[in-house]
């Protein structure tokens, strides 16, 4: 079936930093791939997705390149901020229909 | 505002107590959904519905039961929770499958349920 591997985290920055939380993927056909914030206390948010291969998801700073060759959808931003505090989930959505599998999450805590 | 309810958003109950959480959208979706999410396993789905009457068993749907008697609403009962139940619950809406945007899912608050 259809599975989603996070990088462990967690993982602590400095202010201003560059941020990859590594994200591969297992899936049949030509899934769509997203990743999820969630910040303190609060619902998951969409952050940005990707549907085919070779798109780039990008938000708020934030990119991820859809790279099927390598199964992966890694998150990068090339300076973070204490704001970007947050649980950053990589998901990805299979062909048949709208259900969505989760990665187990990686704690991201920025240091001002 | 568009959005996802859920009601309520901290119980604290006893084994085998029947506890019922509610889950409400306002956005016309048709697809609905519950997930779950512990410590180290990321969120995992319970139950969803693709529309009003049609529900289906996510990947851990023991010891629960949804219902979807109306678009709007995707209610999660317990009918006699355990301890293992203790968890943080998300409900998460839609469009569906035969819009454009079917993929963007929309989540609520969560509720954190603690099962003594």
């Known amino acids: 079936g259809d599975s989603v591997t996070q990088m462990e985290g967690p993982v602590t920055l400095s202010e201003e930093a560059f941020l990859t939380i590594n994200c591969t993927y297992t899936?049949?056909?030509?899934?769509?791939l997203f990743w999820y914030v969630q910040y303190p206390g609060e619902g998951l948010q969409l952050l940005l997705k990707a549907t085919k291969a070779d798109d780039k998801g990008s938000n708020k700073g934030f990119e991820a390149t859809y790279r099927k060759e390598t199964t992966s959808f890694h998150l990068e931003k090339g300076s973070v901020q204490v704001s970007d505090s947050a649980v950053y989930f990589c998901?990805?959505?299979?062909?048949?229909?709208?259900?969505?599998?989760f990665g187990e999450g990686t704690q991201l805590t920025v240091n001002p | 505002e568009a959005q996802v309810t859920q009601n309520p958003r901290y119980l604290i109950t006893v084994t085998g107590k029947k506890l019922t959480v509610t889950c409400s959208q306002n956005m016309n979706h048709e697809y609905m959904s519950w997930y779950r999410q512990d410590p180290g396993l990321g969120l995992r789905q319970i139950y969803y519905?693709?529309?009003?009457?049609?529900?289906d068993k996510g990947d851990v749907p023991e010891g629960y039961k949804v219902s979807r008697k109306e678009k709007r609403n995707f209610p999660l009962i317990l009918e006699s929770p355990s301890p293992n139940q203790t968890s943080l619950y998300f409900c998460?809406?839609?469009?569906?499958?035969?819009?454009?945007?079917?993929?963007?899912?929309?989540f609520g608050p969560g509720t954190r349920l603690t099962v003594l």
């Open positions: 998460a809406s839609s469009p569906g499958l035969a819009t454009s945007s079917y993929n963007e899912q929309f």
């Open positions: 899936a049949t056909g030509y899934p769509s």
């Open positions: 519905s693709m529309n009003v009457e049609v529900t």
């Open positions: 998901a990805l959505q299979g062909t048949s229909g709208s259900r969505l599998t």
